[in-house]
């Protein structure tokens, strides 16, 4: 690796604990802009790139770091929403290896690419959720209500988040790609 990609996928790291302190609290998963970084991470850096950005992210919280939504250190593990930040480790790898197949990428496909990620967000959220809260908290949780709260709560709000990212990273990896600054892939001249 490159010293110019470890600092890239560090950036993102820190952009994505930054969008955890940009929030609105609504109960058990409050919606951040964290999903929004982590999205742009696979779409500008790449699958490999954009994931190990998570996994700096989520392993500096880990490590104890308050940079989560609510804290950090390694019993955030029992925490509701930690699902989503695995989750968020996963949707930058899908993004960017499915990014990294396209050539030329519109709003459209771009959107369907985030989209997909999203989908692994809350895969790992929502089950992680409803067996947090049922198994370890002891509170009980049917998976309607996990769907409601980890799901159906947030999701318009991810929607918005999925077009802006779209939108924006076109854009930014159109001149990223044309100034040779992609580090997936390579242009010929």
């Known amino acids: 690796m490159k010293a110019r990609d470890l600092i890239l996928a560090a950036m993102f790291a820190a952009l994505t604990a930054i969008g955890a302190f940009i929030k609105i609290p609504i109960p058990y998963v409050p ?30 919280g880990l490590l104890g770091l308050p940079i989560f939504t609510e804290g950090g250190g390694i019993a955030y593990i029992f925490k509701p929403t930690f699902g989503y930040l695995v989750g968020f480790i996963a949707a930058a790898y899908v993004i960017g290896k499915l990014t990294e ?75 990223t790609r044309k100034i040779g600054l992609c580090t997936y892939m390579k242009i010929e001249q």
């Open 31 to 60: 919606f951040t802009l964290q999903f929004l970084f982590c999205a742009f991470s696979g779409m500008i850096l790449g699958a490999r790139l954009g994931a190990l950005s998570q996994i700096v992210y989520v392993g500096t």
């Open 101 to 175: 197949r396209f050539k030329d990428l519109t709003i459209f496909k771009s959107l369907l690419i985030i989209l997909s990620g999203l989908f692994f967000v809350y895969l790992f959220g929502v089950l992680y959720l409803y067996a947090i809260c049922n198994l370890y908290l002891g509170k009980s949780m049917s998976f309607y209500m996990a769907i409601f709260y980890g799901f159906i709560v947030c999701f318009l709000g991810d929607i918005v988040l999925s077009l802006v990212a779209a939108v924006a990273s076109v854009k930014i990896i159109k001149v």
